[in-house]
């Protein structure tokens, strides 16, 4: 084991970076977040309330007004403030077109269609999650995840299409009553509502179950620091539903499907917050059905692979993929659901 290296960005190089189409796009921080103090990630208290997300269908009335409050006060905040909403979504821009380049390489830091995948989002939508219950002073405050896996879940759902949670920036076809396309490929299926419903099923059975048998199929390649580099091999559910619903979701006038179809913007549509809280509870899924005591990375090249970001308290973190592994110790949890999909074994 000649030289361990461990993937993480020198934030000293924040520059201008490409967008999907290969378009110049500028997302990094006003201020070189070098020179910020860091601290290392701490689990919440273990006194803390744990956060119950919940399908976004099915949320009520006061929870709708309260998540709309907190995005309304992030959208107030200026650009200096790292919670502010456009800076939030910045971060995204920031790993997913590589405008870092990776500490001990000189290569782009990206993390999507790879191994990084799933812990990096995790990361982001809980750092997300707790600044936006700080701003409302709501400690219970959890995310509501987009249940697109589940037949009444296949729509936009209809909270997003109100107050502070409109984006323009979608495609009109697709709004409610218009079920989702959840291996969307720029093209209409042209499937009724019943056989959308159920090829989706069948697709949801493939993706996480048939398709999804080994490690590396569900999780993505191996991307590291060290000789390797970057991989180019997004797990099965990151492929779709996961970028199929990006594309699907945003607007067809625009040139990238922004806001939701392009990385560089997608996460300025707060339906984007849902979206990943959904793929972050298929990834438990995922594990629970593994039913297998060990972990299914032990690599601590994984393991170790760090990530910065600010949180409510606006303290620069530096944070492990270790650190996310164990939903209870973060304090959050997803609300039970029927994964009608677990029989659709054809
Ligand atoms: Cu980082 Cu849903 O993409």
């Keep these: 084991n000649p030289k361990f290296v461990v993937l993480s960005p020198n934030l000293t190089t924040c520059h201008k970076s490409l967008s999907d189409a290969d378009r110049p796009v500028y997302c990094c921080p006003p201020k070189r ?30 929870y709708i007004a309260k998540y709309n409050k907190a995005i309304a006060i992030m959208k107030s905040l200026p650009y200096d403030d790292p919670r502010n909403y456009m800076r939030q979504a910045n971060m995204h821009c920031i790993y997913c077109t590589g405008a870092f380049i990776s500490e001990h390489t000189n290569s782009l830091l990206k993390i999507h269609r790879s191994w990084m995948f799933f812990p990096w989002h995790r990361m982001m939508i809980y750092f997300h999650e707790r600044i936006l219950g700080s701003l409302i002073g709501d400690e219970n405050f959890a995310l509501p995840y987009w249940n697109w896996d589940s037949p009444d879940g296949m729509f936009i759902p209809d909270m997003y299409l109100n107050g502070s949670m409109i984006d323009t920036e979608r495609d009109n076809s697709h709004l409610p009553p218009q079920v989702a396309d959840i291996n969307y490929d720029y093209v209409e299926s042209g499937l009724g509502p019943e ?44 492929l779709a539903p996961h970028n199929a619903l990006h594309t699907w979701v945003g607007s067809n006038l625009n040139t990238e499907r922004e806001d939701l179809g392009a990385f560089y913007s997608a996460a300025r549509d707060p339906i984007f917050y849902a979206h990943h809280s959904n793929i972050d509870r298929l990834w438990n899924v995922w594990t629970d059905l593994r039913g297998n005591n060990k972990p299914a990375i032990e690599d601590p090249e994984w393991l170790d692979s760090t990530f910065y970001f600010h949180n409510e308290k606006l303290e620069l973190v530096r944070i492990r993929i270790r650190d996310v592994l164990d939903m209870s110790k973060l304090r959050y949890t997803y609300e039970k659901v029927d994964n009608v999909w677990l029989n659709a074994k054809p």
């Excluded at 977040?33 to 009520?60: G, M, N």
């Excluded at 959308?196 to 069948?202: K, L, V």
């Excluded at 179950?209 to 180019?232: H, N, W």
């Design 33 to 62: 977040e070098s020179l910020e103090p860091i601290i290392d990630f701490q689990f919440p208290d273990i006194s803390s309330p744990i956060r119950v997300r919940k399908p976004a269908h099915l949320v009520d009335a006061d």
């Design 195 to 238: 056989d959308q419903i159920s090829t989706n099923i069948a697709f949801m059975y493939n993706q996480m179950v048939s398709g999804a048998k080994k490690t590396e199929l569900f999780m993505g390649c191996p991307y590291k620091a060290g000789e390797l580099g970057f991989c180019d091999g997004p797990g099965t559910i990151e």
